[in-house]
């Protein structure tokens, strides 16, 4: 774990994935450090945000909870999918096309190999949104006007859905990675997965209603549950993605097992 | 004694080339044992199946009776893959160190294994370097070194000194000979005087086929064959000059390199044998510029893969 860390660090790839996640945040969380969100627990902006999201979910996140932090939770909900898709898209590739982990096999199971570049993900992905979802936190406790222990709940409820929602894609990525032996085509691949998949599903549920189900491929269709205020549903939909999490990983791994490296 | 190596109809296909052809051979452990063949052989390709980099198509691999991949191989086998690159930002040193750990060394013991294993490449000093400030030479030295991390009981190498300067070829084939006493060698090379020198046996492959393993004495007749390099090629009837020599049983113009006459004898032949035949090509004004013992491993090799 160590090694991976230091070799995060030390891959230009992986560098420059966070020096633009952290500008990206940066920029957001200083829009949102000057009250950006603020007006949304107004009568006006909490009706203007009832036009894009339902009218009760729109009253839970921006009235009854702190409304920088659900402005961020619902802007890194947002981002996890293309954020992860770059983030996480070099587990294995790079090392399957240098051939370094030529230097590993003899030393170690290709299981565990495949888990160590896994779990270096994670790290990679989960270490930067708890930072930033920190740095919200505290903004959200200088200025949402609610009390100190109602924001870090919050703030806790919040991290872990956006963590939680983030694995499941760090493990469709390992399926990429190990297939396509290139971290760059892995991303094309899966970016172009996500959005012809989510274009076919929008004219199909617009033809076909019924076919809503398809949609469950890939786990923004539970976007919608991890977001609500109903308790019941956000844990149907974190088991939902421990389901995801565990196919992906294990079709990951079959596919890494198998393969020549 | 268990082999190291047993290997049984293994093949191997990339679509429709063929790598490796039903490939059955048991290696045993002792002396550093030679690969060798011409490009597309299939000798990276058998290095790659006995360490479990890629899968065989048919066949099975046993080394030091497990499958590869096996558990029970971590840390027991070593290979000096031709193609594979260290992590071109992280020093070799930390690399090599991180490599030891995962042998078993606690983090304090692999950074001296780590430090051991470059003085044996002498690179010790360029250790704290990443690869990518370090010349191809030196990358080699440092692939090298992670080959001799621990105590290994079989180690491949593949084209060890493709690539080094002389002098630094001669310390790596020296540190495998010194080696060689606590674990088996494979080494794969196109320098055929490299294998003669450091190997004891030769396996030969050519069209993914295998077509010999014997000990190099066997192979190049030491003690049934004199080698001669004529100043110009011999007539072709040279052999009616040994009809007086009845121990000498075959004579031969090199199928490759046509000044060379190659003179086979019989096995009890006292060591004046030799002599005799040189007074022999004397007395018929023929004259050569070098002579040994054998044939050449080079020639050999080049006979049974062109005649296949």
């Known amino acids: 774990m160590r090694y991976d860390l230091l070799y995060i660090v030390r891959s230009a790839t992986r560098l420059l994935f966070l020096v633009f996640y952290g500008l990206f945040w940066f920029w957001l969380l200083w829009k949102l450090g000057e009250g950006m969100a603020t007006w949304l627990a107004e009568p006006e902006g909490n009706l203007m945000a009832s036009w894009i999201l339902e009218k009760e979910l729109a009253r839970a996140l921006f009235l009854e909870r702190p409304a920088t932090l659900s402005a961020y939770f619902l802007i890194a909900m947002a981002m996890v999918p293309a954020f992860v898709i770059w983030g996480a898209s070099s587990q294995t590739a790079t090392d399957i096309k240098s051939r370094h982990l030529r230097f590993l096999i003899p030393r170690c199971g290709r299981f565990e190999i495949y888990l160590g570049r896994f779990l270096g993900a994670v790290l990679l992905i989960t270490l930067p949104e708890i930072v930033v979802g920190t740095i919200a936190t505290l903004i959200s406790v200088q200025i949402d006007n609610m009390d100190i222990a109602t924001v870090l709940v919050y703030a806790l409820h919040v991290n872990s859905i956006v963590i939680a929602y983030s694995l499941p894609y760090i493990a469709f990525m390992a399926i990429f990675s190990a297939w396509t032996a290139s971290a760059g085509l892995a991303v094309l691949v899966a970016m172009s997965i996500y959005f012809v998949f989510a274009m076919v599903m929008g004219v199909l549920t617009i033809r076909w209603p019924e076919s809503t189900w398809i949609g469950y491929l890939l786990p923004n269709a539970l976007k919608t549950q991890l977001i609500s205020p109903d308790g019941s549903l956000i844990l149907l939909a974190l088991a939902a993605l421990v389901m995801y999490l565990f196919i992906y990983f294990w079709v990951g791994w079959y596919i890494f097992r198998v393969r020549d490296l | ?308």
């Open chain 2, 1 to 308: 004694m268990m082999p190291i190596i047993e290997i049984q109809e293994l093949s191997k296909t990339y679509g429709a080339a063929r790598a490796l052809h039903r490939i059955t051979v048991s290696l045993e452990r002792g002396q550093p044992i030679g690969l060798v063949g011409p490009n597309g052989a299939g000798k990276t390709t058998l290095f790659s199946l006995l360490c479990g980099f890629i899968h065989p198509t048919s066949g099975t691999v046993r080394v030091l009776g497990h499958p590869p991949l096996h558990k029970a191989l971590h840390g027991r086998i070593a290979i000096l893959p031709q193609d594979a690159a260290l992590i071109k930002t992280v020093p070799i040193v930390t690399q090599l160190t991180f490599l030891a750990q995962l042998q078993g060394f606690t983090r304090k013991k692999a950074r001296q294994e780590a430090q051991r294993v470059l003085e044996c490449v002498n690179l010790h000093q360029s250790g704290h370097k990443s690869p990518d400030l370090l010349s191809h030479g030196m990358l080699k030295r440092a692939a090298i070194a992670q080959a001799f991390i621990g105590n290994t009981e079989l180690v491949l190498l593949d084209e060890p000194t493709a690539g080094l300067d002389p002098a630094t070829a001669g310390q790596i084939r020296e540190l495998i000979r010194t080696t060689a006493k606590d674990r088996t060698f494979i080494v794969s090379s196109h320098n055929l005087s490299e294998i003669e020198d450091i190997c004891g046996s030769v396996l030969i492959l050519n069209r993914g086929q295998l077509t010999e393993y014997k000990t190099i004495s066997d192979l190049v007749a030491r003690t049934t064959c004199l080698t001669f390099r004529l100043e110009k090629p011999p007539e072709k009837e040279v052999e009616v000059i040994f009809q007086k020599l009845p121990e000498v049983t075959k004579v031969e113009i090199g199928s490759v390199a046509k000044q060379q006459l190659l003179i086979h004898y019989h096995e009890s032949a006292d060591k004046a044998a030799h002599i005799r035949i040189m007074q022999v090509l004397h007395q018929a004004g023929i004259y050569f510029l070098e002579m040994s013992r054998g044939q050449s491993l080079e020639n050999k090799v080049l006979e049974i893969t062109q005649n296949k």
